[in-house]
């Protein structure tokens, strides 16, 4: 027996003037979910989540968050979920304490309960011995951090962060990934996220990946993943024009090309690899790994990170 | 919905008592006024009667503290809603006028309490008003103070960016400073400025203000212009109407939703691409480039706020 979706969205879109910023969007993301929506700047990710936090009106279709009608409820929908955006919400001439106590009384929690909650989240993200110390003084990462604390103080059936881990340097962004993922971990949260670091989101249970305010993707990072096949080989030259067509020759798949490295998505590396050597006595370099999300974007939108559609 | 009230008004009392640079200045310009401007104007303007220039002055004072403590508080929910913690509120489950009332009481109720700061120049001057005068006068700053901050959550409600900021002091603050009643009685301005300063609550705060004040004392030509009915009933009427017009129009979502996407951002394009550049992602085509977040504009912004 399936539970309610977390979130519903049916045909949602929305436009500035002539400006179709997210065209049609279809989507179920179950509860308890980490489900990471992705997609590079402009594809439309913060327009809808804006749509479903109700800061914004969709121009056609509507969805269901924590089972509530966005244009019908958007008050019922508020009070289930917690969202975290791209800047910083927070103020920073008070504590880090003052600025969830804030949070507490807008939930109308009670002196006691918010005394209890404020000391559980400054605790799962580490910030207790900062607790009186003004948000001004805290780094990029602790600011996301304590974000995020205040996004969860209400315990939201739902969690939105929009680009949690954007413009953090990348040992603030795996912390940030961590606590996502003990959160993900107690179970009662479902979390929607959206990144344009397409690699970041391997720890989704599902993800969909958005382009043109369309959803050209969806399903679990591992099989998505494995639809490209389970090995990439990678062949870096200064040449790419004129290997291209005899990595093609060799392997029989035409491969994905990103400045000087050419790539192919094979099943099985090992009878390939043989085949490809004579291009390492002409200067290429040749490895292997698998393939990323990003490798799935690439070859479904036929375009690398910020090439220009084809056509 | 008290509490969503009481979090904002705690917030900005917070705020306003580490601001210590705020309330310097907001204390430093009508002292300063009243020295210079007083002085001078004590010497031209010969008054008849027991109100001496200063004194007559002083309620004005109090109408330009509150002025521009309210207004530039009412104008900070511009800055809030961009970038700051409104957006806490906006995603809270608290409805969108509750914000608005909330913003009010806590703009009106930081004006009241740098006017009360200044109330020891009332025996400063020379003035000695009964207990029942001194009430008076702090419900005509109450009122008053509401009022002006109805005015600026209105504005408010409708700008998208702070970056007119200047303009708004230049154009606003300014002209209601001078088109009322705070340095000179309604009466002696010219014809044609009248329609401005009947128009301008700021006349009636102060003339509200000072009734209890100078009341009985004025027999000349410095004086009061209204009747405390009429005073009364023209900054209620105001507050009332204002407030009502900014819930209305901060409420609406769509409009709140553009303002938080910073539509239409300043120089569209080349932000977005720089924005996206930084973050190693170049704009995929131009519908891209228009419409990704740009948080240049976040950060070009907060600076031009900050100063």
């Known amino acids: ?311 | 919905m008290i509490g969503a009230v009481a979090a904002v008004v705690t917030r900005e009392l917070i705020r306003f008592q580490r601001q210590r640079g705020r309330l310097f200045a907001s204390l430093a310009r009508p002292l300063l006024w009243l020295i210079v401007i007083g002085a001078g104007f004590e010497k031209l303007v010969p008054t008849e009667g027991t109100v001496s220039y200063k004194q007559f002055l002083l309620p004005g004072l109090y109408g330009m503290v509150i002025l521009f403590s309210t207004m530039l508080s009412a104008l900070a929910t511009v800055h809030d809603r961009e970038f700051g913690p409104i957006r806490m509120l906006l995603v809270a489950p608290v409805p969108r006028w509750v914000i608005v009332i909330a913003k009010l009481i806590s703009a009106s109720l930081l004006g009241m309490i740098q006017v009360v700061i200044l109330f020891p120049l009332i025996w400063i001057l020379g003035l000695d008003p009964s207990a029942s005068a001194l009430l008076e006068l702090l419900g005509a700053v109450a009122l008053g103070a509401v009022a002006i901050s109805s005015v600026g959550m209105l504005i408010a409600s409708r700008m998208r960016s702070i970056e007119n900021f200047a303009g708004i002091m230049n154009f606003l603050m300014f002209p209601m400073f001078f088109l009322s009643s705070a340095l000179y009685p309604a009466a002696l301005l010219p014809g044609f400025l009248q329609p401005f300063v009947r128009a301008n609550p700021l006349t009636y705060a102060i003339d509200l203000m000072r009734h209890p004040l100078l009341g009985g004392l004025y027999p000349g030509n410095l004086g009061t212009d209204y009747t405390v009915k009429f005073d009364v009933l023209v900054l209620v009427l105001v507050t009332i109407i204002l407030t009502t017009l900014a819930c209305l129009l901060f409420g609406e979502e769509d409009h709140l939703g553009r303002v938080l996407l910073n539509e239409p951002p300043r120089t569209k394009r080349t932000l977005a691409a720089a924005g996206a550049r930084a973050r190693g992602w170049r704009p995929g085509s131009a519908r891209s480039a228009s419409s990704a977040p740009a948080p240049i504009t976040e950060k070009s912004a907060g600076e031009t706020s900050a100063g």
């Open chain 1, 1 to 311: 027996m399936a539970s309610v979706p977390a979130i519903e969205i049916a045909g949602l879109g929305r436009d500035y003037g002539r400006l179709r910023a997210v065209d049609a969007v279809d989507l179920e993301v179950g509860a308890g979910t980490f489900f990471g929506f992705l997609g590079p700047n402009g594809a439309g990710k913060t327009t809808t989540i804006r749509m479903l936090t109700t800061l914004l009106h969709p121009s056609r279709g509507t969805a269901r968050v924590a089972g509530l009608d966005i244009r019908d409820d958007p008050l019922g929908v508020r009070r289930r979920i917690g969202v975290v955006f791209q800047e910083t919400t927070l103020d920073l001439d008070l504590t880090a304490e003052e600025n969830l106590r804030f949070c507490t009384r807008l939930y109308g929690l009670s002196r006691r309960e918010s005394a209890i909650r404020i000391d559980e989240a400054l605790d799962l993200f580490g910030l207790s011995d900062r607790r009186h110390a003004r948000v001004r003084s805290f780094s990029g990462g602790m600011r996301r951090a304590l974000d995020l604390a205040r996004g969860i103080l209400h315990r939201p059936a739902i969690l939105f962060l929009d680009e949690p881990t954007l413009g953090l340097d990348p040992a603030q962004r795996r912390r940030i990934w961590g606590f996502l993922q003990a959160l993900c971990a107690q179970g009662s949260t479902t979390l929607f996220l959206t990144t344009h670091y397409l690699e970041e989101a391997d720890p989704c249970d599902a993800v969909a990946i958005v382009d043109h305010g369309r959803i050209v993707a969806s399903g679990d990072p591992a099989s998505l993943k494995r639809g490209l096949g389970r090995d990439r080989i990678d062949v870096t030259t200064d040449r790419p024009d004129e290997v291209a067509p005899r990595v093609r020759e060799l392997t029989g798949t035409e491969p994905q090309r990103a400045a000087n490295r050419l790539s192919v998505f094979v099943e099985d590396a090992d009878p390939v690899l043989p085949l490809l050597l004579p291009l390492t006595h002409e200067g290429a370099e040749i490895g292997v790994s698998h393939p990323t999300l990003e490798d799935v974007f690439v070859d479904i939108t036929g375009r690398g990170r910020g090439e220009e559609p084809a056509g």
